[in-house]
């Protein structure tokens, strides 16, 4: 009995040590923290800016505006001034659209750029965007 408990333990020990050496990682080894890496295009739904390829930022979009609490939903986005500053839309080809923030709950002076669309499904609707005239246009937004 003796031998056969010397041979089981050689075994556990060098299968400890195996493992050791193999750069296995058990779970809770370490404290990884998910570090989003830019990666959503312009319209694309985002949660933080540091999710926004290039000069893009993430921006909450809300409708009605006076009900921001309801419904939110956030895009990578950029500045603009008229429609010739935004970019077309990598998704459904249509030129996007500068819109007043404040329309879609935003602050007053700011005006961002929109993704046009003619249907639905030129918007991202698994995200809870769909298309909807706004100001005009008919523009990609959060719809309940």
Known sequence: MGIVT???FAWVAVAVIATGLSGCIFV???DDILEPHPSALTYEVCYSSAECLGNRFCEELALPADR???YVNAICT???FDDLDCPVSEFNGLP???LDHAIL???ISSRICLERCEIDADCDVPAGFGCEVIAG???CV???
Do not use: S, W
Request: glycine letters at 16%; one cysteine or more; a negative charge.
């Open 6 to 8: 010397n041979l089981r």
């Open 28 to 30: 809770g080894d370490y």
């Open 68 to 70: 921001y609490t309801d």
């Open 78 to 80: 950029v500045a603009c």
């Open 96 to 98: 996007g659209a500068c």
């Open 105 to 107: 709950g935003g602050p």
């Open 137 to 139: 246009d008919r523009l």
């Open 142 to 144: 959060p719809i309940e």
